[in-house]
């Protein structure tokens, strides 16, 4: 999040014959030189992308080849509202059945996974509190 590269590659840069999974990330407001102010992919390799979060990346979200393994969004504008999970523009019950299919640990212990809301790297009744804190029609 809100990272720089001079060159390519602002979030994420893959190298040579490089194909990472990537399955409910967020790539929000990174900016690139060149290009792939999101992501850079080498031509030689292709990251998997399912469930994952591009918004407001410069001058481009992805460079490069990828596979879209589905319920991607590809955004100019970030929304702030991160505790919308279901992204309906609203935050509400589904929201909290969604945190909570998501409770526990984040993978790696690292911060930022799916229902994360306060990227502390767990989803826990913090993140179920930041739900209720924003309850209703995203601004």
Known sequence: MENYAGNVGGGVRCFSNSDPILTNCSFRN????????????????????????????????????????????LSDECRNCVADLTNDGEVGLEDIIEAL??????????????GDINLDGNVDISDLLSVLDVWGPCP
Do not use: K, R, V
């Not at 690139?32 to 399912?50: E, R, Y």
């Open 30 to 73: 990174n900016t690139a030189h060149d290009s792939g102010g999101g992501m850079a992919n080498n031509p030689d390799g292709t990251p998997f992308i399912s469930g994952t979060d591009f918004c407001g990346n410069a001058p481009t979200h992805i460079d490069g080849p990828w596979t879209d393994g589905g319920d991607n969004t």
């Open 101 to 114: 299919a998501a409770w526990g640990d984040c993978p790696g212990g690292e911060p930022g996974c799916y």
